[in-house]
């Protein structure tokens, strides 16, 4: 089955931009997606890119899509203390799947 | 629209305890799912309904069931709770559109086994 794998923890400051990266084994996903989990909440997504696509952007949020090395990221633009949260990758596979999702990386954004 | 619904929020049980935990959603979605969530692990999936009358195990079932009570309506049991069962646990559902799967969650049960 799918496993994806991200770093576990990123601090930026206030007014930097900050990139999550995560990867994947399986090479048939066709849907790749970006949830953002806030303390105490469930998760929300916040994008995704199908894997015909090198690139989508978002307003703040721009997701990168190497298929080729199976990576995925996240480039939050102008971050604000309000990103801070767990953000979480998930793969999809062809046909009927359920999500697999990554551990989670913890972004921490400081004044 | 409250989306998907779980409760209790919060539980405490004893070992050995069973327990439900409900989930409902007002999305008209077929499929449902059942995570949970622990330290260092990221979300874990239980089992899911991809459609009403239909059950699958998912990455982590042992000691749990499910049962799909109507297209709205997907709760999970645990008959004999243990220690290693304390966790979040999350709902969610999804449809699918165009081939993606969005999926809703809920806001999560933090089960203690003590």
């Known amino acids: 089955g799918e496993d994806v794998e991200q770093s576990l923890f990123l601090s930026v400051r206030e007014g930097d931009s900050s990139v999550i990266n995560c990867t994947y084994t399986?090479?048939?996903?066709?849907?790749l997606y970006w949830y953002k989990q806030e303390p105490g909440a469930g998760l929300q997504l916040l994008t995704y890119?199908?894997?015909?696509?090198d690139m989508k952007q978002d307003q703040r949020l721009t997701v990168l899509l190497n298929k080729k090395d199976k990576h995925l990221s996240l480039r939050i633009a102008d971050t604000q203390t309000g990103d801070s949260a767990i953000y979480f990758c998930a793969g999809q596979g062809s046909g009927y799947s359920t999500l697999t999702f990554g551990k989670g990386t913890m972004l921490l954004v400081s004044p | 629209n409250a989306g998907v619904t779980q409760t209790p929020k919060f539980q405490v049980l004893k070992t050995g305890q069973s327990m439900t935990l409900q989930c409902a959603q007002d999305m008209n979605h077929n499929s449902m799912y059942w995570y949970r969530q622990d330290p260092g692990m990221g979300l874990r999936l239980i089992y899911y309904?991809?459609?009403?009358?239909?059950?699958d195990k998912g990455e982590v079932p042992n000691g749990y069931n499910v049962s799909r009570l109507n297209k709205r309506e997907f709760s999970l049991r645990l008959e004999s709770a243990a220690p290693s069962q304390t966790s979040v646990y999350f709902c969610?559902?999804?449809?699918?559109?165009?081939?993606?799967?969005?999926?809703?969650f809920g806001q999560g049960t933090r089960l203690t086994v003590v």
């Open positions: 309904s991809a459609s009403e009358g239909t059950t």
């Open positions: 890119i199908f894997s015909n696509m």
């Open positions: 399986d090479s048939s996903s066709t849907y």
């Open positions: 969610a559902s999804s449809e699918r559109d165009r081939g993606n799967t969005e999926a809703f």
